[in-house]
């Protein structure tokens, strides 16, 4: 049962006096220098919009008084920027270290157990299930090598990205009762929206974005445990089904590292007309989801939950480099500055619809945008 969180104002209220009455009257200044990046975010970060936002999460009745989730959240944020991944060793530095325990918002003699952390996350992810994916199925086979230095994956299906365009511009998906929906609102509404206030994204009215997708290792195992008992009838390779504490995870290609790994795929919105890069839109995907699919989710994505933005110009690498991107763009009138996949020099199938000028570089025909090296067309 949730009781009346405090405001941000009584956060930054209480955080002034603990830290007066644990380091500063005691002269143990030091401690406080050494975690003032730290208190500088928790200071400006107004998280007080977490309670409104989990509420219906947590029984408004029965149970006991549950942790205030601003400062629960908090606490996961700290954990974070102090490059800690262990929820059993934060609740220990917390409880031996007070000036993290007082930069969460907790007093350092009552700081919730590891249970409780748990029990928190559980509530943000909007599923009885952990995973998307089943954790049982088939292990699946890394990837032969072969790319070339700073390559882009193939897509396997040819044409899936027209379909895809095609099918969305005709129904415009509508994304609700997702699992992570409540962590793209608290993003959203805590980080994104004031930052938009405080003028540090640009102009709203005409923003500028820059798409692309990031590699996200996962520390589980890609082999998985053995459920069968093939190792005991001497069968040491077999393709049986296994259990997998990552199920969601898959091999796909860093072009950037030059390698395949095991994990994830976060593509991501950033405000490029910003001097400080900061995401506008994130979205988790399976490392072998081309980024060129990627955009055209997230894209529908983002423009369905931030209408009062308006897409202006859109940057983008040479992994997006198909017409349907380009007829997608055009379509809600946003420049495009895309690079070209060298892959794809000497085919192309709209060669009927593209002008080229005297230089050999296309142009727009029909009002299309062609974007060339970074260089617009429009016309």
Not at 70 to 77: C, Y
Not at 131 to 146: E, S
Not at 247 to 260: K, Q
Request: charged share 25%; with cysteine.
């Amino acid at each position: 049962m949730l009781k009346t969180t405090r405001s941000h104002r009584q956060f930054q209220d209480f955080l002034k006096e603990q830290l007066q009455i644990h380091y500063l009257k005691r002269g143990f200044l030091e401690p406080v220098l050494l975690q003032q990046k730290a208190l500088a975010s928790v200071w400006c970060s107004d998280l007080s919009k977490i309670t409104e936002f989990v509420a219906h999460r947590y029984s408004q009745s029965v149970g006991s008084i549950a942790r205030d989730p601003a400062d629960m959240f908090r606490s996961l944020l700290l954990m974070e920027l102090l490059h800690e991944r262990s929820i059993d060793t934060w609740v220990h530095s917390m409880r031996s270290t007070p000036i993290f325990a007082v930069l969460s918002g907790f007093l350092p003699d009552d700081v919730p157990g590891v249970g409780t952390f748990y029990d928190f996350i559980k509530r943000l992810w909007m599923s009885s299930s952990t995973h998307l994916a089943n954790k049982v199925r088939r292990p699946r086979r890394k990837p032969k090598k072969g790319k070339k230095k700073g390559e882009k994956s193939p897509l396997k299906k040819p044409g899936v990205i027209k379909r895809l365009v095609d099918r969305y511009l005709e129904h415009p998906p509508d994304f609700h009762s997702r699992p992570q929906d409540l962590f793209q609102k608290i993003f959203k509404e805590c980080f994104v929206v004031p930052s938009a206030k405080h003028g540090i994204l640009g102009d709203i009215s005409a923003l500028t974005i820059a798409g692309d997708g990031s590699s996200v290792r996962t520390g589980a195992s890609h082999y998985g445990k053995l459920i069968c008992s093939c190792r005991e009838n001497g069968v040491f390779k077999c393709r049986c089904p296994r259990k997998f504490s990552d199920p969601d995870s898959s091999w796909g290609w860093d072009s950037y590292r030059e390698e395949y790994y095991f994990g994830r795929t976060l593509y991501a919105f950033t405000a490029a007309d910003s001097p400080y890069d900061l995401p506008v839109y994130l979205h988790f995907f399976k490392a072998n989801r081309h980024d060129s699919l990627a955009f055209v989710y997230s894209f529908f994505d983002f423009i369905q939950s931030n209408p009062d933005c308006k897409v202006a110009q859109c940057l983008l690498d040479s992994a997006h480099d198909a017409y349907a991107i380009y007829n997608l763009l055009h379509r809600y009138d946003i420049a495009a500055f895309i690079d070209l996949n060298t892959r794809n020099e000497g085919n192309c199938s709209h060669q009927d619809e593209i002008l080229f000028s005297k230089e050999g570089i296309p142009i727009c025909p029909a009002n299309h945008i062609m974007a060339y090296n970074g260089f617009c067309k429009d016309r």
